[in-house]
DNA sequence: TCTATCTAGTTCAACTTTCAAGAAAAGGTC
DNA sequence: GACCTTTTCTTGAAAGTTGAACTAGATAGA
């Protein structure tokens, strides 16, 4: 299956081939599974929810926008349309930065602090059925490092840690 | 951080936090990443690139719209609207089927084919980098198990080895 | 056969994401 | 200040996704 070192292609062999594909179909699954249970029980995708939830843990529920977007891991134009959406259904609110007039500060409302109460035990138990309970300690713990290993290798150049310069 | 059992919510414990957090951190990284790479490098995002490989795949390298979309986990609707766009660029034909008359079957032309082949090298090179050169082998078998124990428990019922009547 | 039900696939409208373009303010240099 | 570059955020159009409604054909029962 694997192509002997003739400058070709690597392809992947047999196992990584099964794994890779259980990786596509669980994450997929997963995703999915999630965006169903948060838009019935919260009335929004998964990536909505995890805006409210970075604004709830930040310190008076409020973030620049481009530091939200950075947290979420989405472009700066997906944010302003996202965060137009979650000002229509009042959880969020729009504030003008002091100190930067070309800033905005998004804003968790009252309701949306409500909403994210309301509906984080169904979230986390959905998680919870669909990864922890399953897994040993064993495998949480080797699946955390594979998924900052991979992170760390996926990281956008800019970052701090990957300024040669710097080290 | 853990509620005592007072029929209160189980939630997250720090390290479940972390875990769970380096998840979603990897996993949308690396969905981005191959998106972008398969947009420049195929002009279609990674699961357009799903659908011809599962084509390719196949028997005469094709297969009924329905079966197309449970491989790929996408719906029926979804997989309408892929195909007519994989056919608007030349990589898919559809052909009626003969023994069922409301039925498709959705075809990989030799053009999608060698647009496959193209850009297969790269697409598993992606891969490569972002996963399976940065694991050790042990990391990568338990990468594996870990995925078909999720997958398991989010297959959507009606599965065959979900029905209990024929076990 | 007649009818009810189910299945395959498409279509529509509402919503989300992307990409490119643009307005406004900040920062740096002369 | 004048000029140029960068940063912040928004906008608009095109592409993609979703869920419900719909058409046509298959299937099963009386």
Redesign the interface.
């Known amino acids: 299956m694997t192509t002997a070192s003739t400058g070709?292609?690597?392809?992947?062999t047999d196992?990584?081939q099964?794994?890779?594909r259980?990786?596509?179909?669980?994450?997929?699954?997963?995703?999915?599974?999630l965006d169903r249970q948060l838009q019935r029980d919260a009335g929004m995708p998964h990536i909505y929810y995890?805006l409210l939830v970075q604004l709830a843990q930040a310190p008076r529920r409020q973030l620049r926008m481009t530091e939200l977007a950075k947290n979420a891991?989405i472009t700066r134009s997906r944010l302003s349309h996202a965060v137009a959406r979650l000002e229509k259904s009042g959880w969020v609110r729009r504030e003008d930065c002091p100190s930067d007039k070309r800033g905005q500060n998004a804003v968790l409302t009252q309701e949306g602090y409500e909403m994210l109460r309301r509906s984080?035990?169904g979230h986390?138990?959905a998680?919870?059925?669909?990864?922890?309970d399953?897994?040993t300690p064993e495998?949480?713990?080797?699946?955390?490092?594979?998924?900052?290993?991979?992170?760390a290798?996926?990281?956008p150049e800019g970052t701090d840690a990957d300024l040669p310069w710097l080290r």
Chains 1, 2 share one sequence.
């Open positions: 070709g292609p690597r392809w992947l196992e990584e099964r794994v890779w259980a990786y596509l179909h669980a994450t997929t699954l997963l995703e999915d599974h995890g891991k984080a035990p986390v138990s998680v919870r059925q669909a990864m922890f399953r897994l495998q949480v713990r080797t699946l955390g490092e594979i998924m900052q290993v991979m992170a290798g996926l990281q």
